[in-house]
């Protein structure tokens, strides 16, 4: 059901005639363009000729993607002017300025055509660095994500963290002095074929791979293959839908990645919705007091059976930083080597159906479980670690999560 909350203190060009309008829908009554409607209130001037707001707004040479959204700025921004950001601003996609009664209001602009398959977590965290990094006579300005469709969810997300949002489906929130304006739940056309489309399994396979190590990037196909586990012809494709996706560049110097933030990002999103709600699982009730002597008992008994394992999820990222210890033990290993009746014996474990301290998850692929270091407990690569407080999704989880993303973030593999 879509919501719609809208205000704005300035002149919109709609309707003919000229004069105030107010319109005021309660929840029993539907306007012909919204249906059906939770509240919408709207104060405005208007004016004839629709045509005209759209000739009269400022139509500076922009970026090609940002047109599109030229209808929709000015449908809330009657006369915006959208520009290009001068070198100080490069790093974003442009730059919206608007007259308010309150004065001038400017966004700067971050143009994601991926928005609705990333994590929008690892978007504001790219964002708000940029912000933090902004020159003094840009510190009151607004950031605003322009996106074919922003998610409910990812909304909700942008609103906590004062991005404000605008898509092509007719979402919006816009916040700011003389202008608020809110419209959610909106869904966007169906494509019959769109390009490209939802990662798959070897597709996230081989991305994790680059973002582990990412001097994989440019190695061979067949050793990016084997670190991936994934088929040569499968990898081809990934790197051309890399390619396809402005996220892979090849020059002369070889293959790197353009945007390791939003690839990132896509890869997330792509991970908790694609593949690991098909991971296998397993849940074990270890008799201990204490975490400690559940990860040294895991660690002494799976390392005298020469079997692969390593942490992941809360009791990851509490090795890492040391902020969020949860009640349950998560570890990715083979699925078999801890149905073993000796193994679950020697660990002084028995198996539960709900509960228990101790989850299995089926390694999603080789890289997951790295070499410990300096003879300490292994511990998976910060981006899977990640990945499983966002799947966890706990309020406490994604605390946790935020906290592990700049590492993430960071080209070093951890």
Not at 380 to 398: C, H, K, M, S
Request: aromatic share 6%.
């Amino acid at each position: 059901m879509s919501q719609v909350w809208a205000h704005r203190s300035t002149c919109c060009r709609r309707s003919v005639g000229t004069g105030v309008l107010t319109i005021t829908v309660s929840q029993q009554n539907v306007l012909p363009m919204y249906k059906p409607i939770w509240h919408v209130q709207i104060n405005q001037l208007f004016i004839i000729n629709e045509h005209a707001t759209i000739l009269n707004m400022p139509w500076t040479a922009i970026a090609p993607d940002l047109d599109l959204y030229r209808p929709a700025l000015q449908k809330w921004m009657p006369k915006a002017e959208i520009r290009t950001p001068g070198k100080a601003l490069a790093r974003f996609d442009g730059i919206v300025t608007w007259k308010t009664p309150d004065g001038r209001l400017r966004y700067l602009v971050e143009e994601k055509r991926h928005l609705r398959h990333q994590d929008v977590g690892v978007v504001v965290e790219q964002l708000n660095r940029r912000r933090a990094e902004l020159p003094a006579d840009h510190a009151d300005d607004r950031l605003l994500i322009l996106a074919p469709h922003v998610r409910t969810q990812q909304a909700a997300v942008l609103e906590r963290a004062e991005i404000d949002y605008l898509d092509l489906a007719g979402n919006a929130h816009l916040q700011a002095p003389g202008l608020f304006v809110h419209v959610e739940g909106r869904q966007p056309r169906k494509e019959p074929t769109p390009a490209p489309g939802r990662p798959q399994k070897g597709w996230i396979k081989t991305v994790m791979a680059i973002l582990i190590r990412p001097e994989l990037t440019n190695a061979p196909y067949r050793t990016l293959a084997d670190q991936a586990d994934v088929a040569l012809g499968t990898l081809a494709g990934c790197m051309n839908d890399l390619a396809a996706r402005g996220l892979l560049l090849e020059g002369k110097g070889g293959r790197k990645v353009a945007d390791r933030q939003a690839l990132v990002a896509l890869w997330v999103q792509a991970y908790v919705e694609g593949l690991r709600p098909k991971l296998k699982e397993r849940r074990l009730q270890i008799r201990a007091e204490e975490k400690q002597e559940i990860w040294t008992r895991l660690e002494t008994v799976l390392r005298a059976r020469a079997q692969q394992w390593a942490l992941t999820g809360a009791d990851a990222a509490e090795r890492r930083t040391h902020f969020f210890r949860a009640e349950e033990t998560e570890i990715y290993a083979p699925i078999r080597a801890l149905e073993d009746r000796e193994t679950q014996k020697a660990l002084v474990a028995q198996p539960a159906m709900r509960g228990g301290n101790l989850l299995i998850i089926e390694p999603p692929g080789p890289l997951a479980i790295p070499e410990p270091a300096d003879g300490g407990l292994p511990v998976t690569p910060d981006l899977l670690a990640y990945a499983e407080l966002r799947y966890r999704g706990t309020g406490q989880a994604l605390e946790a999560a935020e906290l592990l993303l700049s590492r993430v973030l960071d080209d070093a593999p951890h």
